[in-house]
């Protein structure tokens, strides 16, 4: 169960570090990370496995809502296979 | 970054938080067929039984693959058999009791609508066609989230000229009966030409009585994203560009809807039907077919060359949709309803679209004349004449067609109704008043027309 957490917003100190906090702290392993400038904004993706996360769904948005409005950023989640779906054939 | 490149994932990303990208709605056709008794009350009990059952987790799985999966899926919905075909078993029923049941079920299972308060009257009328058109005005005024539609021609059975004068009237009193909340009954009724029998979208959703006991079809939705990228692209880029551009987006869009349209089958256990491949508009700002006409390079959606994008647009939206799709069916095309398109709405305050401009449009787009708002002293004459004229393009040109006026009783030319929500508002636009009542009121059947020697 793998999704990407997609972080946009302005670059502040302790991005990674906080995203990656909450991850740890609700079982959620992180594969990968990168980051980019989108129209100027700054965007950071993690590839994470939910597998062994231990909230619901519904927390896990919550959970992230909360920490994207303490640090002013947009924060979604968002499972791998729509990706799969919109970008292969 | 796994297989998908970064930028893909911001584009996802972009369209669903910024470009109004959605899931418009899941859509549970249930087949009311087993539920056909004399007994209208025995009828209308098996009717609440078997939609609350079929329906049980509709809303909570729906809502729960949103939330898994963070794609947002606005609308949860009923179709059912037309009801004309289980009244006709019962001669001494009163219709509208049909009605509040499927109002009922429909709320016990928290859908937004149910449709298929409906009768398939094309060739002609069946026991217990006639009745529930007369009941649909009380009908619609008496539930709040049943939809009802009326399929009153096709291209191999003609026109039902008998059927056509007694919409008009039933549009007009449908608004009538509704004055005092914006005559919304007549928002909630639809005239088909050519209906399809696996449509999603409301109000004129029904399950055709060819369609399997039950199945999930789903409705994509995304005039905003197709709208966005669109907005990259040079203004002098060549129109083979343009469209192009408008089937990759709509295979992504597509693509999602199927996604959805897998596992909600696979979490309900019901087949999956059709995936509807529309771009539906909402009022909200840039989720508007008419801001893609108008990206497309028009000066504002009405001017002339609007006709010849929305055939583009039209054309290329199910070119990228039906490869991204198991099952095509409904409407699957670009919805051009006036108050629910904020770019629509825009256009018809500065005079820029007419009625007249919109039934040339419909020719080309997925639907017809939709969620026009006309002055409340229109006759009922003149609205049957408009629908003979939206199904006589959808006759000829083996397409769906459909009138959904609301006439605003009590307002005219110039003045607005508010539906509010996705329904939106608009102002009431002026048609040509001068009667077709002779032609009208000659009844009979329009013969269907030539399917060969075409040119």
């Known amino acids: 169960m793998k ?13 990674i ?25 700054f965007a950071m993706i993690m590839l994470v496995d939910l597998s062994a996360c231990t909230v619901t769904s519904a927390e896990l948005h919550t959970a992230f809502d909360k920490l994207g409005d303490e640090m002013g950023m947009k924060i979604n989640l968002t499972r791998q296979e729509v990706f799969d779906a919109m970008h292969t054939i | 970054m796994s297989m998908i490149r970064s930028g893909d994932i911001l584009e996802t990303i972009g369209m669903i938080t910024q470009e109004n990208l959605d899931v418009r709605t899941v859509t549970m056709g249930i087949s009311l067929l087993d539920c056909i008794d004399p007994d209208p009350k025995k009828a209308c009990e098996k009717i609440y039984n078997k939609i609350t059952t079929k329906a049980a987790n509709l809303v909570k799985v729906v809502e729960g693959i949103s939330t898994d999966y963070g794609i947002p899926i606005i609308n949860k919905r009923i179709s059912v058999t037309p009801i004309a075909m289980l009244l006709g ?80 009237y039933m549009v007009k009193k449908s608004a009538e009966l509704t004055a005092d909340r914006q005559c919304i009954g007549a928002a909630k009724l639809v005239v088909f030409c050519n209906a399809p029998e696996d449509n999603p979208f409301m109000a ?34 060549s129109i083979d560009q343009v469209a192009e551009l408008v089937k990759r987006t709509a295979f992504k869009i597509t693509r999602l809807g199927q996604l959805v349209a897998n596992l909600a089958s696979q979490q309900l256990g019901v087949p999956a039907g059709i995936i509807d491949l529309s771009l539906a508009p909402t009022p909200a700002v840039g989720d508007s077919v008419a801001n893609i006409l108008e990206e497309m390079g028009l000066e504002q959606c009405g001017c002339c060359g609007t006709t010849a994008c929305l055939a583009l647009l039209n054309d290329a939206v199910k070119k990228g949709g039906v490869m991204a799709s198991n099952h095509v069916g409904g409407l699957s095309g670009a919805f051009i309803p006036v108050s629910e398109d904020e770019g629509m709405i825009r256009a018809a305050e500065t005079g820029s679209l007419t009625i007249e401009k919109l039934e040339a449009m419909t020719a080309v787009c997925s639907v017809g004349l939709d969620m026009i708002i006309i002055p409340g002293d229109t006759t009922p004459e003149v609205i049957s004449g408009l629908i003979a004229d939206e199904a006589a393009i959808g006759m000829v040109n083996s397409k769906t067609t459909a009138v959904r006026v609301i006439p605003a009783i009590g307002r005219k030319a110039g003045e607005i109704l508010d539906f509010g929500g996705l329904l939106g508002y608009g102002p009431i636009m002026p048609l040509n008043t001068r009667s077709p009542e002779v032609f009208i009121n000659r009844g009979g059947r329009l013969p269907a027309p030539m399917q060969s020697l075409k040119n």
């Open chain 2, 204 to 237: 004129g959703a029904f399950h055709g009585p060819g369609e399997p006991d039950c199945e999930i079809h789903v409705g994509v939705s995304g005039p905003g994203a197709v709208r966005a990228a669109l907005a990259k692209l040079p203004k002098d880029a």
């Open chain 1, 17 to 41: 570090a906080r995203v990656s906090g909450l991850c740890a702290q609700l079982g959620i392993n992180v594969e990968d990370v990168t980051q980019s400038v989108l129209q100027g904004m």
């Open chain 1, 3 to 15: 999704a990407f957490v997609t972080v946009i917003g302005k670059d502040t100190v302790g991005v």
């Open chain 2, 89 to 168: 078993a019962c001669p001494d029923a009163d219709p509208v009791d049909f009605a509040r049941t499927l109002d009922a079920a429909g709320k016990a299972v928290g859908v937004n609508f149910v449709g298929g308060y409906s009768a398939l009257v094309h060739k002609g009328f069946s026991a217990g066609d006639v009745r529930l058109i007369e009941s649909i005005p009380r009908a619609l005024a008496e539930t709040d989230i049943v939809c009802s539609s009326v399929n009153i021609g096709s291209t191999k059975s003609g026109l039902n000229m008998d059927a056509i004068r007694m919409m008009g």
